[in-house]
Antibody, heavy 118, light 113 residues
Framework: QVQLQESGPGLVKPSETLSLTCTVS????????WSWIRQPAGKGLEWIGR???????NYNPSLKSRVSMSVDTSKKQVSLTLTSVTAADTAVYYC????????????WGQGILVTVSS | DIVMTQSPDSLAMSLGERATITCKSS????????????LAWYQQKPGQPPKLLIY???TRESGVPDRFIGSGSGTDFTLTISSLQAEDVAVYYC?????????FGGGTKVEIK
């Protein structure tokens, strides 16, 4: 049974860089899309971007200048970096797997709350 | 970007009643060459990550009860809970995966009356 676990700092200062890692267990990391999705408290879901092993990432244009993603197949990890964070980036960040080689998210991590505050 | 509009924002139904949520996309999400609608539905309970219920607009994910029914095509979609159970209290989201950026509806909160 595939499991996704997000990790990283829970508190980031304004203007600094948010870095998160998603570790995949129980299945291959290849042949799937991997996405990051975030959710501010009490609000809806926002897609941040996706990666496919060996391919170019796609990012949400609303974040494109600040976001980058990468996949480390040897460690079975997917990483997210978001630069120049503000309070508006405070949210629960989820790592997800695209089902069947497509983009619907069939597996989700438990999420990690990241708070941007000084 | 494709805008996804859900309605209603919330609904309260009695146990056993039918609950219907609609989702409209600002552009067609039916891919002609595959005749598939790139539309998914998720259920999110408090304190939990979303859970995939339906993909390809009408294909139930493994283990999802058959009271959850997805329908629609093109730009208009519906999620029906045929007989509402207490454990169905949650927020439901639609999502298009036809094109990037992937986008979600604003969510519909389902409660028991």
């Amino acid at each position: 049974q595939v499991q996704l676990q997000e990790s990283g700092p829970g508190l980031v200062k304004p203007s600094e860089t948010l870095s998160l890692t998603c570790t995949v267990s129980g299945d291959s990391i290849t042949s799937y899309y991997w996405s990051w999705i975030r959710q501010p408290a009490g609000k809806g879901l926002e897609w941040i971007g996706r990666m496919y092993n060996g391919g170019s990432p796609n990012y949400n244009p609303s974040l494109k200048s600040r976001v980058s993603m990468s996949v480390d197949t040897s460690k079975k990890q997917v990483s997210l970096t978001l630069t120049s964070v503000t309070a508006a980036d405070t949210a629960v960040y989820y790592c997800t797997r695209g089902g069947g080689g497509y983009d619907y998210s069939d597996r989700w991590g438990q999420g990690i709350l990241v708070t941007v505050s000084s | 970007d494709i805008v996804m509009t859900q309605s209603p924002d919330s609904l309260a139904m009695s146990l056993g009643e039918r609950a219907t949520i609609t989702c409209k996309s600002s552009q067609n999400v039916l891919y002609d060459s595959t005749n598939r609608n790139y539309l998914a539905w998720y259920q999110q309970k408090p304190g939990q990550p979303p859970k995939l219920l339906i993909y390809w607009a009408s294909t139930r994910e493994s283990g999802v009860p058959d009271r959850f029914i997805g329908s629609g095509s093109g730009t208009d979609f519906t999620l029906t809970i045929s007989s509402l159970q207490a454990e169905d209290v949650a927020v439901y989201y639609c999502q298009q995966y036809y094109s990037v950026p992937l986008t979600f509806g604003g969510g519909t909160k389902v409660e028991i009356k």
